[in-house]
């Protein structure tokens, strides 16, 4: 048995724990890992339970990690494993720490395929095809990009975004306003019918032709 002679907490934004063991420098922990676990000074500890706590630390290390990662919007279980990864945490850790943020409802892709579906409908509407393929690069599976995709209707989706390209053209010239609309249009997606349909509703009603 050893024990735990001196707490040193440290002066980081994460707040860590320098942690002393029989007089000697044995680990640093994060200050929330130390109360969770009950640690203090005077309280002797296993030989191996210095390595369990260390592991327990890099588990809420790498969960605190995924927390602020999804303070910004919410993400996909593969975003999350890329960001990981790229942070040097390892996949069984990754892997814990999906399982309890799944557990808390804080992970959930059909939730975040719906939520990316929402938003371009809102703010930047594009095809159903092409939102298809952000959701697959986003690491959706199949059933659930073609689940929520099949909600977008794509004369609708390119009717918003032709009127909301249309306001900084302008209507003068037909042909000028169908090449630039079409190509806008084009760029999200959309197909040559709808396009055409598109550009020559928004058209009709820029210039109040019925």
Same mark, same amino acid.
């Given at each position: 048995?050893?024990?735990?002679?001196?707490?040193?907490?440290?002066?980081?934004?994460? $707040?860590?724990?320098?942690?002393?063991?029989?007089?000697?420098?044995? #680990? &640093?922990?994060? =200050?929330?890992?130390? !109360? +969770? *676990?009950?640690?203090?000074?005077?309280?002797?500890?296993?030989?191996?339970?210095?390595?369990?706590?260390?592991?327990?630390?890099?588990?809420?290390?790498?969960?605190?990690?995924?927390?602020?990662?999804?303070?910004?919007?919410?993400?996909?279980?593969?975003?999350? $494993?890329?960001?990981?990864?790229?942070?040097?945490?390892?996949?069984? #850790? &990754?892997?814990? =720490?999906?399982?309890? !943020? +799944? *557990?808390?409802?804080?992970?959930?892709?059909?939730?975040?395929?719906?939520?990316?579906?929402?938003?371009?409908?809102?703010?930047?509407?594009?095809?159903?095809?092409?939102?298809?393929?952000?959701?697959?690069?986003?690491?959706?599976?199949?059933?659930?990009?073609?689940?929520?995709?099949?909600?977008?209707?794509?004369?609708?989706?390119?009717?918003?975004?032709?009127?909301?390209?249309?306001?900084?053209?302008?209507?003068?010239?037909?042909?000028?306003?169908?090449?630039?609309?079409?190509?806008?249009?084009?760029?999200?997606?959309?197909?040559?019918?709808?396009?055409?349909?598109?550009?020559?509703?928004?058209?009709?009603?820029?210039?109040?032709?019925?």
């Amino acid at each position: 048995m050893s024990k735990i002679t001196r707490l040193v907490i440290g002066k980081s934004r994460e $707040k860590r724990v320098r942690v002393f063991v029989d007089g000697n420098y044995a #680990c &640093t922990l994060l =200050a929330e890992v130390v !109360l +969770k *676990e009950g640690l203090r000074v005077g309280l002797e500890l296993p030989d191996a339970q210095i390595e369990a706590l260390t592991g327990k630390d890099h588990y809420q290390r790498c969960l605190n990690a995924a927390i602020r990662y999804l303070g910004y919007r919410p993400r996909s279980e593969t975003e999350i $494993k890329q960001r990981l990864k790229r942070h040097g945490y390892d996949s069984d #850790c &990754t892997e814990k =720490a999906l399982t309890r !943020l +799944k *557990e808390q409802g804080l992970v959930d892709d059909t939730a975040f395929a719906r939520f990316w579906k929402d938003n371009r409908e809102s703010f930047s509407p594009r095809s159903r095809r092409l939102t298809g393929l952000e959701l697959r690069h986003k690491g959706l599976s199949n059933d659930i990009i073609e689940q929520v995709t099949g909600e977008i209707n794509d004369s609708e989706s390119a009717y918003r975004a032709a009127l909301n390209k249309a306001r900084h053209l302008s209507p003068a010239d037909y042909m000028d306003f169908r090449r630039r609309l079409g190509a806008y249009l084009g760029r999200r997606g959309f197909g040559y019918d709808v396009i055409k349909e598109t550009t020559d509703t928004v058209w009709k009603e820029l210039k109040n032709i019925t």
